[in-house]
Nanobody
Framework: QVQLVESGGGLVQAGGSLRLSCAAS????????MGWFRQAPGKEREFVVR????????YYADSVKGRFTISRDNAKNTVFLQMNSLKPEDKTVYYC???????????????????WGKGTLVTVSS
C-alpha cells in the first residue's frame, strides 16, 4: 500500500509563489506516474499536471502551463510542484496522485488514478 503526504500549502498573495511537496511511502515509487489534481468546494476535481515514471515527460493543464513546474526525486520518493505567479483562482485544495497507467499527453481520468493524498490547501489573496 502506498501512502502520500502533501505539504507546503499556505497563504500567499496573488503573484507570489509556493512549493508543494508530496512524499510517498513504498518501494516502487519509480514505477508510478505522479501528478497533481485540485478541487475547489462544490466543484469537480481538476487536473493540474502529470509526469511520467522517469520524469522525462510531463503534461500540464492549460490553466497552469508556464506558471507551475513539476519535478520528482525518485531517490527520495518525493514529487514537487513549484507554483509561481499564483492567481486567486488557484486557491483550492491540491491533491497528489500516483498511477501505474500508460503515460500520455492528455488529461487523465481521475478515476484511473491509483493513489491519492489527503490534500493541502493553497489560499491566494487578491
Amino acid at each position: 500500500q502506498v501512502q502520500l503526504v502533501e505539504s507546503g500549502g499556505g497563504l500567499v498573495q496573488a503573484g507570489g509563489s509556493l512549493r508543494l511537496s508530496c512524499a510517498a511511502s513504498g518501494r516502487t515509487f519509480s514505477t508510478y506516474n505522479m501528478g497533481w489534481f485540485r478541487q475547489a468546494p462544490g466543484k469537480e476535481r481538476e487536473f493540474v499536471v502529470r509526469t511520467s515514471r522517469g520524469g522525462g515527460s510531463t503534461y500540464y493543464a492549460d490553466s497552469v502551463k508556464g506558471r507551475f513546474t513539476i519535478s520528482r526525486d525518485n531517490a527520495k520518493n518525493t514529487v514537487f510542484l513549484q507554483m509561481n505567479s499564483l492567481k486567486p483562482e488557484d486557491k483550492t485544495v491540491y491533491y497528489c496522485i500516483l498511477d501505474r497507467g500508460p503515460f500520455y499527453f492528455g488529461v487523465p481520468d481521475p478515476s484511473g488514478m491509483d493513489y491519492w493524498g489527503k490534500g493541502t490547501l493553497v489560499t491566494v489573496s487578491s
